[in-house]
């Protein structure tokens, strides 16, 4: 059973960073990617950012030059450097993994920027 545990949410003031950690256990295979969905109260989940097992990135347009999303050394880990956060990133942010073609999801963490 694949799991997905994210960390490193919280509170932050607007203009401040955080980082965010994923890993995922259960899997002997490498996910092909990982990556990064926020959901603001309210809406859907959008994608944040996604990195391919060849170091391939994408973002949302809006986010790019603010947030970095990166592997770890360990198998199936990722990062998100969140910079100059804006009360708008405020949401729960969800790590995925797409492993063998199944999608699988964190349980979310909570980021929340106030102004």
């Known amino acids: 059973q694949v799991q997905l545990v994210e960390s490193g949410g919280g509170l932050v003031q607007a203009g401040g960073s955080l980082r965010l950690s994923c890993a995922a256990s259960?899997?002997?295979?490498?996910?092909?990617?990982m990556g990064w969905y926020r959901q603001a109260p309210g809406k859907q989940r959008d994608l944040v950012a996604l990195i391919t097992s060849g170091g391939n990135t994408n973002y949302a347009e809006s986010l790019k030059g603010r947030f970095t999303i990166s592997r770890g050394n360990a198998k199936n880990t990722v990062y998100l450097q969140m910079n100059s956060l804006k009360p708008e990133d405020t949401g729960v942010y969800y790590c995925n993994a797409d492993i063998l073609s199944s999608r699988y999801w964190g349980q979310g963490t909570q980021v929340t920027v106030s102004s």
């Open positions: 259960g899997s002997i295979f490498r996910a092909n990617a």
